[in-house]
């Protein structure tokens, strides 16, 4: 787990802040849950991988009371539920749905959230795999328009537009359309396991995938049905939409993934996005299993870094928790990604106004009177000031500025008290000057306007 | 543990962006640390009672490994080393400490750093005191200056009077007179049991802070000595100041820290700040044995809650990391109660701008078509806009405006569309108005900047 350090910082609030004013424009509302949910809540969720996965947390106290020798022996499974009930959670899709169950007759439906909070894995840690990460969470729930699918299209290309990240493919798929095929290539009900194995098709391959689908028992005849699907050629969106009608058409569902696929982006078209970005992607299946409509995940060209955005649409994300029947859909940034995506791409923007902007050197004691009163002006004028609080050797003073990347040092020396003005250096060009107070304050926020 | 709705996120998301903005006004930088730390790191640095309300985690994957029967048979006090290295963070103040250390090397010293994060304590919840809750800190370190303690009392009042809270006290002392008064009434070295027993001055009484000095082996003269120092009359700062130039005369530690405060107080009015509100109490302790200065607690009068601020200087925060010799000072805001005092007296502001500012409602599909472009052209305007994604029956569609308290509708029937216009709804004057996009914009940004 990380440190983050004030410019690592400073980064990362104008992630969130880009994204969170995105999430507003389009009429989200944020929501915090707790750290700690029941370990009832999480279990179960996430798959036995991600059961493994969840950071449990020990119950207080004497948290051996329950367990008995026999318990010990037996083991882990057998101690665990004595001697812990709540884990750290591990996205904000269970807790979401765990709010929407508990607050359910408070909720105006249709409910659009966003959530931006930390999440925990007990992971082995890797590059661009972190045990703590935050994910920044949307989902409308209560409703299955079509809308909502391209609206999260319009808020993923504003995210990115925003951040100035130039190449970039937002997938796109549907799991209907996955179905469909296992229906048209003979193996109906096993889109499942078809899922599982073509999602693999970028990192694995094409002979790979094949082995994979024949060990799950698919026919020879059937994996080569495939075919046309796996061995993509570059096609426009038009033209896979133009295909799949004629090779979808034993299967309805198939159609219905199609023509949801198609308004989608009739919706987007309305809303004036353009296509470009947008890639349909036939293999695409992002893994988890509660898709039931459209699936999205977005990569950035030109760096190795996974996925920095993912998401879709469930048909039945609060029915384990007994509310049946509430369709929703949902994306979610990956910061922590996101972060490395821009770092390595070198985009980052200047993020000098974010600290102090001016920074107080006093000769001596009475220079300091004056120096205090002076800083409260500035700070009144909504500049960030500070003083150096001892009386150090002036050329300290200016190394600490320096190091902390202060634009402007304001100098109070004997002459500075007599004229009642400010020696006011600008740290990048060295150029120094003897202001008023208020032509100082100008000089400053102007300089920060730039 | 509690959940956060929109309308508490907005609340107090306006509490900390109120604070930060101070903070940063300062010249405090940001930082944040893992909500996790080595065991190692946070037992010890809390006392017995603290160590207890540790939530301790769980070693992932067979944690049982290295426990044998003997451990098991002895109890958690063998068991839990050998199963749990970690913690979730108890507060922010070792966090940082442990950071100082790691990073001393690339750190600038004075080091001005604020982080607002959750914390966790295995408490028993009651009111205002909860198993999860934020603590914003600001801490320099570096420097003994006393301009640290004087800015601290500026930024206390800056986010008081930005928050518009009326009633208030800034208690003040400094641990060097708690040491004077144990040396003056003869009871030299015993400050730690003094601190304790009058720290409770408030919540037990007179009697019972003399009975338990008894109990700790205080003599009758000596706890007859502190008469005039318990029997706290309402006296102003200056008197006391006087008083206490008399009565702790006979210690030069006492003496040190009359004048630290007398210190603090001259630079806080250099800075400008007046007096109100602060006022100074001896017998301010606030428990913490680590102040080896000043000490300050904030209580807001009018609302039963405990403290809302508080902090001090120390010594030696890193000491117990093996860095010795790093000076500082630093003071915390809690949120939780923050947010509990102004909600109990009824001092949020409107938070009406927050949310989705206009909705869209559309009488058909043809009328849906303009408003997805319609939409677009508000978000691109700046203003939060959403539309109602099914095309359910116009009253339904108000409803959900009205529960979502958005203050305005855009309603696109028949006629809008040959008009090419919008009716717009004020939804509190309940007044509607046709009228071109470009000034339903106008009056919507007009209105928000009411």
């Avoid at 996974?306 to 979610?332: E, H, K, P, Q, W």
Wanted: glycine share 10%.
């Amino acid at each position: 787990m990380r440190d983050f350090g004030p410019s690592e910082m400073a980064r990362r609030n104008y992630l969130f802040e880009t994204i969170r004013e995105v999430f507003k424009l389009f009429g989200y509302q944020q929501l915090e849950t707790p750290a700690m949910e029941n370990l009832s809540t999480l279990t179960g969720k996430y798959g036995d991988e991600g059961d493994q996965l969840l950071f449990k947390v020990l119950n207080s106290g004497e948290f051996l009371k329950k367990v008995s020798e026999a318990d010990f022996r037996e083991g882990e499974h057998n101690v665990l539920p004595k001697i812990s009930e709540k884990g750290l959670r591990y996205d904000l899709t269970v807790p979401f749905a765990r709010y929407v169950v508990m607050h359910q007759n408070e909720i105006t439906y249709p409910f659009k959230r966003f959530q931006m909070q930390p999440v925990w894995r007990a992971d082995r840690p890797q590059k661009g795999r972190y045990r703590e990460f935050y994910q920044c969470d949307a989902d409308v729930v209560g409703t299955d328009s079509l809308i909502c699918e391209a609206e999260i299209l319009m808020m993923i290309k504003q995210v990115f537009a925003k951040l100035g990240i130039p190449d970039y493919s937002i997938k796109i798929n549907n799991r209907k359309i996955l179905t469909g095929m296992a229906e048209v290539i003979g193996e109906k009900g096993k889109e499942g396991d078809l899922c599982v194995a073509i999602d693999k098709l970028d990192k694995i391959g094409l002979q790979n995938v094949r082995d994979e689908l024949y060990q799950k028992g698919f026919s020879v005849d059937s994996v080569a049905a495939l075919g046309p699907v796996l061995e993509k050629e570059r096609r426009s969106n038009q033209d896979w939409f133009a295909f799949l009608k004629e090779y979808l058409a034993g299967s309805s569902t198939g159609m219905k993934g199609l023509n949801e696929l198609e308004e989608v982006l009739a919706f987007f078209s309305q809303l004036g996005g353009a296509e470009q970005h947008v890639v349909f992607d036939p293999v695409l299946a992002r893994g988890l299993s509660y898709y039931t409509g459209a699936i999205f995940e977005v990569q950035v060209e030109g760096v190795q870094i996974g996925s920095v955005s993912g998401g879709g649409r469930y048909d039945n994300l609060t029915g384990v928790f007994g509310l049946a029947g509430i369709s929703g859909v949902g994306f979610s940034f990956g910061v922590d990604r996101l972060y490395d995506v821009m770092d390595a791409l070198g985009i980052f923007p200047d993020q000098q106004s974010e600290g102090t902007q001016v920074m107080l050197v006093c000769f001596g004691e009475e220079e300091r009177k004056k120096g205090l009163a002076l800083l409260s002006a500035f700070r009144k004028a909504g500049i960030a000031a500070e003083i150096y609080p001892d009386l150090d050797k002036i050329k300290k003073q200016f190394n600490y500025a320096d190091k902390k990347n202060v634009p402007f040092v304001a100098v109070i020396g004997a002459e500075e008290l007599v004229n009642d003005q400010i020696s006011l250096k600008d740290m990048k060009s060295g150029k120094q000057e003897a202001l008023s107070l208020e032509r100082a304050i100008s000089a400053i926020i102007n300089s920060s306007l730039k």
